[in-house]
């Protein structure tokens, strides 16, 4: 099948043609993303291939149509890019990849938690330059501390382990309790509480209309003076003008992101000779107690071999008319 993949990178070129040489679709690589001024790029393929910050509104999704387009393969988990209920209207099939590798996400959020913590980042800078002074880089025992996990799908449930391991008081808000934590010695909590209790919040939810900025100003008030918070899920989840009054006024103590909910004009792009025109993103960059990656959470050799094994094979399914288990299901 004609596959027109967006947003490709270096590494999505080897691995989608690494695993492509089992299935034998036939992959056209772009490297913009796509929105309605790239839609033409597709032109005539039954298949398009997307990520995260591909645009696939309403808008797109008729263009797509009217060009043969029937499926949407995301490369990703979330789907909040694009507009299910459109799709539908238009007999388009939207399939994602629900779980790569849980792991990946976990181990990065565990990462960015000790890198805060222990001001890894700021020693790593002093030494190179000469400097072996500690003062300013005193952490604390993560034994004994209280972590809140919003959200203990698959990645949350793999966090909540590790930080078992490491002698955390673990407590958790979801709506559909994971016995895999409860197993744990998890304590699931009302969000409210979950706030009040916690040193370090950490996000592993996806994001809906119901909890866009779920983390404002409201719910910063609830949280705890000099509080971390972690967010490797979507940059939406977080009101980054609300982060940054909490960041000036120490009520955040320390913030960690691997997503920005505008990242789309900045992730996974070299901006390093152009001047940013995003003002709020530069303001999150002058904080010492401040880490942000650019979305690379998922950047393991395993997630992106299992990446582009679910998603050739969801292709596969569709062409060959077979049930696909990943398949979204709009629910409106």
């Known amino acids: 099948m004609k596959v027109a993949v967006f947003s490709t990178k270096v590494y999505d070129r080897q691995f989608l043609e690494a695993v492509n040489s089992q299935y034998g679709h036939e992959l056209t690589f772009f490297e913009p993303h796509l929105d309605t001024q790239t839609t033409i790029l597709a032109s005539g393929c039954p298949a398009v291939c997307v990520f995260v910050n591909d645009s696939l509104n309403g808008q797109v999704l008729e263009k797509l ?5 029937r499926l949407i393969a995301l490369r990703c988990a979330g789907f909040n890019n694009v507009d299910v209920t459109k799709a539908t209207e238009l007999d388009m099939i939207v399939v994602r990849v629900p779980a790569y590798s849980p792991y990946a996400i976990a181990e990065h959020t565990i990462g960015l938690m000790l890198a805060l913590n222990r001001k890894i980042h700021r020693a790593y800078s002093r030494v190179r330059e000469g400097n072996f002074s500690l ?16 959200g203990t799908g698959k990645i949350g ?18 709506p559909y309790p994971n016995p895999d934590c409860q197993a744990l010695g998890v304590k699931y909590v009302e969000l409210a509480e979950l706030f009040a209790i916690s040193d370090i919040v950490t996000l592993h939810c ?19 003076p000099g509080v971390m918070l972690i967010n490797t899920s979507r940059g939406g989840l977080i009101d980054t003008k609300a982060i940054i009054a909490a960041l000036k006024s120490k009520k955040i103590g320390y913030l960690a992101l691997d997503v920005y909910e505008e990242e789309s004009e900045l ?21 010492p107690n401040v880490i942000i990656t650019a979305h690379q959470a998922f950047l393991t050799e ?9 998603t050739l094979s969801n292709i596969t399914n569709f062409e060959q008319g077979l049930p696909c288990p990943n398949k979204i299901i709009n629910r409106e």
């Open 65 to 69: 149509a009217q060009q043969g387009t």
């Open 135 to 150: 003062d300013g880089l005193l952490g604390f025992d993560m034994h004994g501390r209280t972590v809140g996990i919003v």
């Open 157 to 174: 449930v793999v966090v909540a382990q590790i930080l078992n391991g490491m002698g955390c008081q673990l407590v958790a808000y979801d």
């Open 206 to 224: 996806p994001l809906t209309t119901e909890n866009y900025h779920l983390i404002n100003s409201e719910a910063l008030e609830q949280m705890k």
């Open 267 to 287: 992730f996974f792009e070299d901006l390093s000779n152009e001047v940013i025109q995003d003002d709020i993103f530069q303001r999150l960059l002058t904080f």
């Open 302 to 310: 395993n997630a992106l071999h299992n990446i582009a094994e679910t």
